[in-house]
């Protein structure tokens, strides 16, 4: 078997501002996992569905937008996208999003139906390919599961 690049389609995990934090903030609503180890559970069940993950974390917008660009760019199977607080706020991300043709899955820990009002109202899910909320850290999973069906 020869070594070289892997020609598995890949499946971006972005993550947006705060997710840094995953474990230690408000772990009543985000539960006890952390980025790390969430990436740790995909990157394993990746090698199951013949896929690779590029999994990435910024508090910046604007890194969101680039690398939803580059998911593009590297024609990737799909993204999963927890774009945070920015879910409610970014039209930047909802035009890139609807910019690229690449189906994008929304994924968040919590339901953000159930908690603060300003919260109810996703920019993503309209241009999103669906929604994956409240099933804290399966919800990654379940959405890679997804992913490998496009």
């Not at 840094?20 to 539960?31: A, D, K, M, S, T």
Request: hydrophobic fraction near 45%.
């Amino acid at each position: 078997m020869s070594e070289g690049k892997s020609t598995n389609k890949t499946v971006f995990v972005l993550n947006g501002p705060n997710l840094n934090l995953l474990g230690i903030r408000e772990p009543e609503i985000y539960g006890a996992d952390t980025l790390d180890d969430i990436a740790g559970q995909l990157e394993d069940q990746s090698h199951g569905l013949g896929l690779d993950v590029d999994i990435r974390q910024s508090n910046h917008e604007g890194h969101l937008v680039d690398w939803l660009h580059e998911a593009a760019a590297d024609e990737a199977q799909a993204v999963i996208l927890n774009a945070g607080a920015l879910t409610h706020t970014s039209i930047a991300l909802h035009d890139a999003i609807k910019a690229i043709d690449v189906p994008v899955i929304e994924v968040h820990l919590s339901n953000p139906a159930a908690r603060e009002e300003f919260r109810h109202k996703s920019l993503i899910a309209p241009v999103a390919k669906g929604t994956i909320c409240g099933f804290g850290a399966l919800g990654y999973q379940l959405a890679l599961d997804a992913a490998q069906k496009f």
